[in-house]
């Protein structure tokens, strides 16, 4: 598809984060299954369903801009995904292994909230107010995940896996 208009790169960045929506909801739960945190684990299942309703919210947006919802494949999710993957699977102690999820999550949530802030912007900037404010609650969420990873960090998993080593 060739980008003629601002609509088409917000439609391709919708596309794209749909995308990368599904690819975390196949990956969540393989995380899950490698958290030794019980606080670690509930936030992430948190997000788990949260991300569920990121998808919804995608396909309503898409709707709401008379478009299929479809995905185009996020090759930037899917490099988070596999390094994170690669970086959780090492051998590590339990308090190490959580640190590393952390981080790895971290990374993905710092892509998501760059790219719903910026389809967020596009939204604004088309006059689609009622998509905006979808983006924006879904943004709002993707950073307090990020926030709550960062609190579970600094509140005892990184001091317990400064304590392994």
Not at 66 to 84: H, P, S, T, V, Y
Not at 148 to 155: E, V
């Amino acid at each position: 598809m060739k980008l003629e208009s601002l609509n088409d790169l917000y439609l391709t960045e919708l596309k794209d984060l749909y995308s990368a929506e599904d690819q975390i909801i196949s990956a969540l739960p393989k995380i899950i299954g490698k958290v030794q945190s019980p606080g670690l684990r509930q936030a992430l299942e948190k997000h788990l369903e949260e991300t569920r309703g990121h998808v919804a919210r995608l396909e309503q947006v898409f709707e709401m801009s008379g478009q299929a919802a479809k995905k185009q494949k996020c090759k930037g999710m899917e490099g988070l995904l596999d390094e994170g993957d690669e970086l959780i699977g090492k051998d590590a102690t339990p308090a190490v292994r959580d640190a590393a999820i952390i981080a790895a999550c971290q990374r993905v949530e710092h892509y998501e909230i760059a790219a719903y802030g910026t389809v967020r912007s596009y939204a604004d900037q088309l006059g689609l107010n009622r998509a905006s404010t979808m983006l924006q609650e879904t943004l709002d969420e993707e950073s307090a995940a990020d926030q709550k990873l960062t609190s579970l960090a600094k509140q005892g998993i990184n001091t317990q896996a400064t304590r392994t080593a």
